[in-house]
């Protein structure tokens, strides 16, 4: 009798097993068929670490929602003001794409992420300080969470008297990637999706006629043969770094904290190395990523793993899958810091890698190593650690710690 592989609402997080143990469902995958037609929800879902790495390095598929078939679960979700949206990096291919990378490159730039390692730090110690004499306090909501907010803040220019509207903008615009949508919620993610839009579009209206030291203003003066980015362009931009920057940081910070804590050996090796912060991140970046999977589309008739795909065909790329496939990393499933090889697809790749990724690594090392210089002690409070319900973003709702 031929076991049937999880397909459909079973590779959602509508799944228990899938939100807190994909990996029972991705190894059955991999398995066996590793490159699955899931009928449901009208996709190609891929497990393999060599089949996702082929596919984020494929310039010929294409990353745009719009161009997939009708009845894909992207097509079936997707509503008329998602269509007429403005497209971020996130969703555009080429020439588009290398055009808005290339402009916003210059301002996004290391050197401008290395200059934010002072602030980082400064708001780190702030958040602490806060709740430095609590007997016990929500990782999440206190502190990892918060942080990435309050620098991307700072990034922008946001001044002290909008930061209570920009935290409450920010928590609303992550709602884009609940699979719950409902007319109230579309709703409230369109009345959010306005004010934040407004806010920026006043701030770039003064910085334009006052630049500041920020990124606003430093996307403002981005020049490249003439070209500019628009309003519009600088808003979208700046809506991306405050979605994603916000909250694959909480959560990879958090992820982080949930592995040291269930793995003491391994914390034992951060504590007496606290360097060795940056090995820890790395390996929940592999084994618990912030980001669970992609997107592509085919552009055409083509071969996906060995296997033949129709023009408009959805696939789903497994990033976390591909962290854990055996045929990369031995012993897959535990968390080690002393593993040699680190490859992991946590941040894609190709021509769409995740240009925060330096300022994701910055904040995490700089949070994880000054949370663990002041609360030596840490530990799981004991509370039940459940899982987000989220389309994109794997993290704990909470996560409860005594110090």
């Known amino acids: 009798m031929t076991t049937a592989v999880p397909t459909g609402l079973q590779l959602t997080v509508f799944d228990e097993t899938f939100r807190n143990r994909p990996h029972e469902y991705f190894d059955a995958l991999r398995q066996a068929e590793p490159v699955h037609r899931d009928t449901t929800l009208g996709r190609v879902v891929l497990t393999r670490a060599a089949d996702v790495a082929a596919v984020l390095k494929d310039r ?187 909250l694959t940081t909480t959560d990879l910070i958090g992820n982080t904290v949930l592995a040291l804590l269930q793995n003491p050996e391994q914390r034992a090796k951060v504590m007496a190395a606290p360097a060795r912060i940056v090995d820890a991140i790395e390996e929940t970046l592999r084994l618990d990523p912030p980001v669970m999977q992609s997107l592509r589309i085919a552009t055409g008739p083509r071969a996906v793993g060995g296997v033949d795909v129709g023009e408009g065909t959805a696939i789903t790329p497994f990033l976390m899958a591909a962290g854990q496939d055996p045929a990369v990393h031995s012993n897959p499933l535990s968390f080690d810091i002393d593993r040699l090889d680190k490859t992991h697809f946590a941040f894609g790749g190709g021509v769409h890698f995740c240009l925060g990724a330096p300022l994701a690594r910055a904040e995490a090392e700089i949070a994880l190593s000054r949370l663990l210089a002041r609360f030596p002690d840490l530990a799981l409070a004991g509370q039940p650690i459940e899982r987000n319900i989220s389309a994109a973003f794997n993290g704990v709702k909470a996560l409860w710690v005594k110090t």
């Open 60 to 246: 010929s598929l294409s990353v745009d929602g719009r161009k997939a078939a009708p009845d894909s679960i992207i097509q079936r979700l997707m509503t008329a003001e998602d269509r007429d949206a403005p497209r971020s990096m996130l969703a555009l291919d080429d020439p588009d794409h290398a055009r808005l990378r290339r402009l916003v490159t210059h301002a996004f730039n290391a050197r401008a992420i290395e200059g934010m390692r002072p602030h980082i730090a400064v708001v780190a110690d702030a958040l602490l300080d806060a709740v430095a004499d609590a007997a016990e306090f929500d990782l999440i909501e206190d502190y990892a969470s918060p942080l990435p907010i309050i620098v991307i803040a700072e990034m922008l220019g946001v001044g002290a008297a909008d930061r209570a509207d920009f935290r409450r903008w920010s928590k609303g615009l992550a709602n884009v990637f609940s699979p719950l949508r409902t007319p109230e919620h579309l709703a409230g993610l369109k009345a959010n999706s306005d004010e934040l839009s407004a806010y920026f579009a006043r701030a770039i209206a003064e910085r334009r006629a006052a630049p500041r030291d920020d990124l606003i203003s430093a996307l403002i003066a981005v020049e490249d043969n003439g070209d500019r980015l628009s309003t519009q362009e600088i808003i979208t931009m700046c809506n991306l770094l405050l979605l994603a920057g916000n």
